[in-house]
């Protein structure tokens, strides 16, 4: 199992933890949620639990949750610019559908 992300991802986390002066990583998930059932959930990690799985790519470790683990495995986290907005894109594979709104999806 495993979850990666792209330089442009890597580089946008170590300048938001260099900035905030503190952080281990960043802590992926998914929550219940919306129309299709699951939303993904990320946040900036300031330490690891003795459950939790990581995984070290490009100086960033990525840190995710046994319980969701199964739905992001193979997930790659991107940064992207589209016109005036940018963010964070999650690329699964295991992903089947996603609701209209584009908040949550379907494994």
């Known amino acids: ?52 799985q990581v995984f070290e790519q490009l100086g960033v470790k990525i840190i995710v949750d046994p319980k969701s683990l ?6 790659q986290l991107d940064f992207v610019r589209e016109g005036l907005n940018e963010g964070f894109k999650f690329n699964n594979p295991n992903e089947r559908d996603r609701c209209g709104c584009g908040e949550s999806f379907r494994i």
């Open 1 to 52: 199992m495993s979850v990666g992300l792209t330089e442009a991802a890597a580089r946008h986390i170590t300048r938001y933890i260099a900035r905030r002066g503190k952080g281990v990583g960043v802590r992926l998930g998914v929550k219940t949620t919306g129309c299709s059932g699951l939303a993904y959930k990320i946040e900036f990690a300031d330490e690891v639990n003795p459950e939790d």
């Open 70 to 75: 199964p739905y992001i495995d193979g997930t």
